[in-house]
């Protein structure tokens, strides 16, 4: 007893100093411990950069700021299904990535099962509906099942409404062979399963009140009147500089998702600096526009805030530096309006 007792009290006298050693250094929270705090989830997406190891970077930075992940690459069709082969499909890296997730203590978001623009050679050959609705069921199910219970959110649907007028589905979906309901059918298959995975709809050029999120609200309210197992709708948040999040109507539209019941989450945010100015009024600019776009997001009690890589140096637009980790892993202002947001925003 007397053992135990001395070794926690050690172990407390420890803790406490290393507390006041921080205090006094001045160290500051993560973006990590911060967003533990309010129950959300707050990272990014991930690549091979991860494991490699002349880039020690990228790992530290995503494992001390994330506690959640998505990979930017490995978990697309194309990425996993070059053969329609289910025997043949490739998860090596898409693995490797989940299991650095659950060793940092990371959640998942599995990104993305049905998308055009990530569609193999194979799936642009089936021509007949029911051999598209097997295809679509085959992988869906194989994927999920694969992951498991290590991945229980899913980005399902991505990208599927189009930017044109009036704004019905695009055009130039493969999987729309599988007939109109295509979209109930990947929901409802991903359900099926893994009946415990949060299941969402994600585009891009939605954030704002305009036509295309009006399609999109049409779209999830039809597929919840149809009794179709949707709990989410991803918002990207690709932008830049110009945007307004004020101006254009974001948190009401993003709050009309939530009254229909559904959980909301910013799911890819990046935020290209454009435009005449300093690099420094750049850089401020940026850092407000993060500040704004996480103050609505948690407005509305939504549950993920996204970011679309890691530093600016591997962002998949990297001329835009729209990241939060400059070029060589430095902090930005837009670091900074994050972490001041979350700290405002109480627990
Ligand atoms: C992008 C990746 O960042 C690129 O590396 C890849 O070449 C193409 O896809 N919307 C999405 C993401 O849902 O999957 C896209 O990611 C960016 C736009």
């Known amino acids: 007893m007397h053992y135990h007792m001395s070794r926690l009290s050690i172990a407390a006298l420890a803790l406490s100093l290393g507390l006041t ?22 990272g990014g997406a991930i690549s091979s950069e991860l494991f490699n190891a002349d880039n020690p970077d990228e790992a530290a930075t995503v494992n001390r700021e994330y506690n959640a992940v998505v990979a930017e690459n490995a ?24 299991a650095s997730a659950q060793k940092n203590g990371q959640t998942v978001r599995g990104h993305t099962l049905v998308w055009h623009d990530s569609a193999p050679a194979w799936i642009y050959e089936i ?34 409404i189009s930017d044109g007028p009036g704004n019905p589905l695009r055009n130039n979906n493969p ?6 309901d295509f979209i109930a059918l990947a929901f409802r298959t991903a359900h099926a399963a893994n009946p415990a995975a949060r299941l969402y709809y994600n585009d891009y050029g939605v954030e ?28 990207q948040a690709h932008l830049d500089t110009n945007f307004s999040v004020g101006d254009s109507g974001m948190q009401a539209n993003l709050q009309r998702f939530r009254n229909l019941g559904l959980e909301v989450q910013l799911t890819e945010v990046d935020v290209q600096m454009v435009g005449n100015g ?10 407000q526009v993060y500040g704004e776009l996480l103050s609505t997001c948690l407005a509305v009690k939504c549950s993920a805030f996204m970011m679309w890589g890691v530093s600016d140096w591997t962002s ?4 835009g530096k729209p990241l939060i980790f400059d070029d ?15 700290q405002m925003a109480g627990k």
């Open 328 to 342: 060589g892993y430095a902090k930005k202002p837009a670091y900074g309006a994050l972490i001041r947001v979350l």
């Open 208 to 235: 704002g009140l305009n036509g295309k999120s009006d399609a999109m609200y049409a779209l999830v309210k039809g597929l919840l009147e149809g009794g179709v197992p949707i709990n989410g709708v991803g918002f």
């Open 278 to 287: 300093s690099e420094k009024e750049k850089l401020a600019r940026q850092a």
């Open 21 to 42: 050693l921080a205090l006094a250094s001045g160290q500051a929270p993560s973006l990590r411990t911060l967003a533990n705090e309010r129950g959300l989830l707050m």
């Open 175 to 180: 999987f729309a062979v599988a007939g109109p």
């Open 75 to 98: 978990m697309k069709m194309r990425a996993i299904a070059n053969s329609p082969n289910p025997g043949n499909y490739l998860f090596a890296t898409a693995d490797a990535m989940v």
């Open 127 to 160: 021509k007949e509906k029911a051999a598209m609705r097997v295809a679509m069921t085959q992988y869906i199910t194989t994927v999920v099942r694969h992951f498991g219970d290590r991945i229980n959110i899913w980005d399902v649907v991505n990208e599927a």
């Open 316 to 319: 998949w637009r990297a001329g």
